[in-house]
């Protein structure tokens, strides 16, 4: 297994390229690409996945106890993210994440991010 340490910090909004859209659009799948500051980057190879579930600041201190262990598991409405370590075709590794939480009542979808690009070790 290959080590990956972070060379540069984005955690900037993209946009997804999809060839087949997801089936569920709060539990993507990795996009087959994104547009980043007006460039378009093709994802060649997938090299990792992984989702938290955890709930953050108010949204932690607002369930049961019994219910936020459920919910830290399976996920709650808005809550999560799910990240991606994809190579592109620019030969650039870069951790993608989706983040489910809305940002306001007319968008409720959630939003992508590039999170940082990785240097292999």
Request: charged share 30%.
């Amino acid at each position: 297994m290959t080590d990956f340490t972070p060379i540069h910090f984005y955690d900037q909004i993209i946009e997804p390229i999809f060839d087949v859209p997801p089936a569920l659009e709060k539990s993507p799948t990795c996009p087959q690409g994104f547009i980043w500051e007006k460039r378009s980057y093709r994802v060649t190879e997938m090299l990792a996945e992984w989702s938290d579930l955890t709930r953050r600041g108010r949204m932690a201190r607002n369930m049961r106890p019994s219910h936020a262990s459920v919910a830290a598991t399976r996920g709650s409405l808005g809550v999560g993210r799910f990240y991606f370590r994809v190579r592109t075709d620019s030969g650039q590794v870069f951790d993608l994440y989706y983040d489910r939480a809305p940002q306001d009542a007319d968008r409720r979808k959630g939003q992508w991010f590039l999170y940082r690009e990785m240097q292999e070790n």
